[in-house]
């Protein structure tokens, strides 16, 4: 079964203390694999978007990688408003329909 | 600015009474979506439209119907709300499939 795992679930870090999130998948054929940050009371919204394995796209503080088997998102130096919930989402080649992770609750404290 | 509307965003209703929960994007993109959220899931898609008058089963799609009439709207309807349909719903309209989505803030709806 075609599945999609982010660790960990909660990640607490000092404010400029770097660190990763993963985004883990067993889909075969991957077509794309999406980043979202979601905040509370809101809804999920676009960072990146990786194609193949070997890219990397960054933004800010954030850096998203990917290789055939996960993708991280670095985030280097945060700050206490990069606090959120982060998504990842994959797409594969027989169905274009998307299959998501749980998300990664990061918390940034000052 | 982009912008996926959904309304109502807080809903309390009891079982059997039929709601819709409507959600319009002023992009002009065809792709639009339904998904609901629950706690330790992932969003799990409900239905989706390529286009007006094109709908599709997601992976959830037991008890709820959709519409798609006109481009910028695609309400979502429980017939017959039970207590398991209690989520976060989110509606989300892309330029096409495999692009990045506009999501909507979302409607938290309480079925008793």
């Known amino acids: 079964e075609d599945q999609v795992t982010q660790s960990p679930e909660a990640l607490r870090l000092q404010e400029g203390e770097s660190s990763s999130l993963n985004c883990s998948y067993t889909?075969?054929?991957?077509?794309?694999l999406f980043w979202y940050r979601q905040d509370p009371g809101k809804g999920p919204e676009f960072l990146f978007t990786?194609?193949?394995?070997?890219e990397e796209k960054e933004k800010e503080r954030l850096k998203a990688t990917l290789t055939k088997k996960e993708s991280f998102l670095h985030i280097t130096a945060p700050k206490p408003e990069d606090s959120a919930t982060y998504l990842c989402?994959?797409?594969?080649?027989?169905?274009?329909?998307?299959?998501w992770g749980a998300g990664t609750k990061l918390i940034i404290k000052p | 600015e982009a912008q996926v509307t959904q309304n109502p965003r807080y809903l309390i209703t009891v079982t059997g009474k039929k709601l819709t929960v409507t959600c319009s994007q002023n992009?002009?993109?065809?792709?639009m979506s339904w998904y609901r959220q629950d706690p330790g899931l992932g969003l799990r898609q409900i239905y989706y439209?390529?286009?007006?008058?094109?709908?599709d089963k997601g992976d959830v799609p037991e008890g709820y119907k959709v519409s798609r009439k006109e481009k910028r709207n695609f309400p979502l309807i429980l017939e017959s709300p039970s207590p398991n349909q209690t989520s976060l719903y989110f509606c989300?309209?892309?330029?096409?499939?495999?692009?990045?989505?506009?999501f909507g803030d979302g409607t938290r709806l309480s079925i008793l």
């Open positions: 989300a309209a892309g330029y096409s499939l495999n692009q990045p989505q506009h």
């Open positions: 992009m002009n993109h065809e792709y």
């Open positions: 439209s390529m286009n007006v008058e094109v709908t």
């Open positions: 889909v075969s054929g991957l077509r794309g």
């Open positions: 990786l194609y193949s394995a070997g």
């Open positions: 989402a994959v797409q594969w080649d027989s169905n274009y329909q998307l299959i």
